[in-house]
């Protein structure tokens, strides 16, 4: 016995959901869609993009279908897709069974581009998902077809945590000609959804791609907005494709030899095996060779540390009770939270002056007397250096530093450098040429 119910067409014209209806005979199993409360439908009619106010209610409702789809719910192409069951794919265009490429499935209508996401992110079986997209886009899939909310395949790849797979399906879907500037009902764009899952790969692949930092939802948060409040990964990322687009060059800005640019070069430039100029500690080098090749300029501006371009600081390494500034999503302000911040030395410094580089926060919190007194806090990743330092020891070198991180650092907060530390007591620290935001 066969039942009629209503699927779903999807015009590859209307990235909002505006849909055509057709009837159509399915086997029983296939799952019939489940309407949206009356409430939900005239939302989504209203036009323009919806506030987390007005519909969070709808954008739960959403994330509850999401997280907990029943694959059981699909059509049988669907669960195909779902569980990247390539072979049953291929038959069903074999033999002119395959549905219309543009048909949506379940209460919300994804796109069989977003359920190959979604399915590459649940079921631990779905092994050849970038097949089957690369399949599904080869006989006329839409990659940028949105549900019912205006969701593409790339808003649900930004969502949780993503693996090798999912990443490989974000650069099938933009070389294929996916819109990463497309918004859905609430104004979103994909970029957001990286930032704030911190999937550092699929946000490097947007942001390389040109990605629009400044297109806001209907809060206001835009990409450039919120990506300071998403931690020092993101912050990352997304300021070494600032400064490409604007043709600026720092130190550091990525692990690779200065003179060949690439760690995977024949040479075999890795970053274990990257070495620092000597001189100036800023730029680096995969050997004697590419040193050579790139001195002629570089003996240009190679300086030493000196009292023109360093500070010299006093290093504190007494346990301090301070205030961190702790980043929030959704929020424009800092919250400031006590923490014990526990000073450590190198167990090497005897050897000799050890090159470092260094994060420098500044005092954040409290009126401004506090703010320009209060102690800065200065370490090294995994903190294996870490050192407070006070105003009183040396007023004018302090205040020299906050300026600098004031104006070049995230927020005017942080910043980092590199260093020299020269002993127990004293701490060389270049302010000439801030270094690009590191990953921690």
């Known amino acids: 016995m066969r039942s009629s119910i209503a699927l779903v067409f999807l015009s590859p014209t209307d990235s909002m959901g505006v849909l055509c209806r057709t009837s159509m005979s399915v086997p029983p199993d296939w799952g019939a869609e489940v309407p949206l409360p009356q409430t939900f439908v005239q939302l989504l009619q209203r036009g323009g993009f919806l506030s987390r106010r007005n519909a969070s209610i709808l954008r739960n409702l959403y994330e509850t279908e999401r997280l907990s789809i029943d694959a059981n719910a699909l059509s049988r192409f669907g669960r195909a897709v779902f569980f990247g069951d390539i072979n049953t794919i291929q038959a069903a265009f074999d033999n002119d069974t395959a549905p219309n490429m543009n048909t949506v499935e379940l209460t919300f209508q994804y796109g069989y581009a977003s359920i190959v996401i979604l399915g590459a992110q649940r079921a631990s079986g779905a092994k050849h998902s970038v097949e089957v997209m690369q399949l599904l886009i080869e006989n006329g899939l839409f990659v940028d077809a949105a549900d019912l909310l205006g969701y593409t395949a790339l808003h649900h790849a930004t969502f949780g945590a993503a693996s090798l797979q999912i990443n490989h399906l974000v650069r099938v879907l933009t070389a294929h000609g996916a819109n990463i500037n497309i918004q859905n009902c609430f104004g979103e764009v994909t970029t957001l959804g990286a930032m704030q899952n911190k999937s550092l790969q699929i946000l490097d692949v947007l942001l390389g791609r040109n990605a629009d930092l400044d297109l806001a939802d209907a809060d206001g948060w835009s990409p450039r907005r919120l990506f300071v409040r998403c931690g020092p990964e ?61 001195w002629a300029v570089h003996k240009q501006t190679c300086r030493p540390f000196t009292a023109s371009n360093a500070v010299l600081l006093t290093p504190r390494f007494q346990p301090k009770l301070v205030s961190a500034a702790i980043g929030l999503r959704g929020f424009d302000s800092l919250r400031m939270e006590p923490i014990c911040f526990q000073p450590c030395l190198p167990k090497n410094i005897v050897l000799g002056p050890k090159t470092l580089v260094v994060k420098v926060q500044v005092p954040c919190g409290g009126d401004a007397a506090h703010r320009s007194a209060a102690d800065l806090l200065v370490y090294s990743k995994r903190k294996r250096f870490a050192c407070t330092i006070r105003k009183y020891d040396n007023p004018r070198e302090y205040d020299r530093i906050s300026d600098i991180v004031h104006v070049h650092g995230t927020e005017g907060v942080e910043a980092f450098f590199v260093a020299e530390l020269q002993s127990e007591d004293c701490i060389a620290i270049r302010i000439s040429r801030p270094l690009a935001e590191q990953p921690w």
């Open 234 to 294: 993101v912050v990352s990322t997304t300021m070494k494709w600032i400064r490409r687009r604007a043709c600026v060059e720092v130190p550091y800005d990525e692990k690779r030899c200065d003179t060949c640019r690439t760690p995977k070069s024949p040479r075999k430039c890795s970053r274990s095996s990257l070495k620092l100029c000597s001189r100036c500690k800023l730029v680096k080098y995969c050997g004697v060779r590419c040193q050579a090749e790139a």
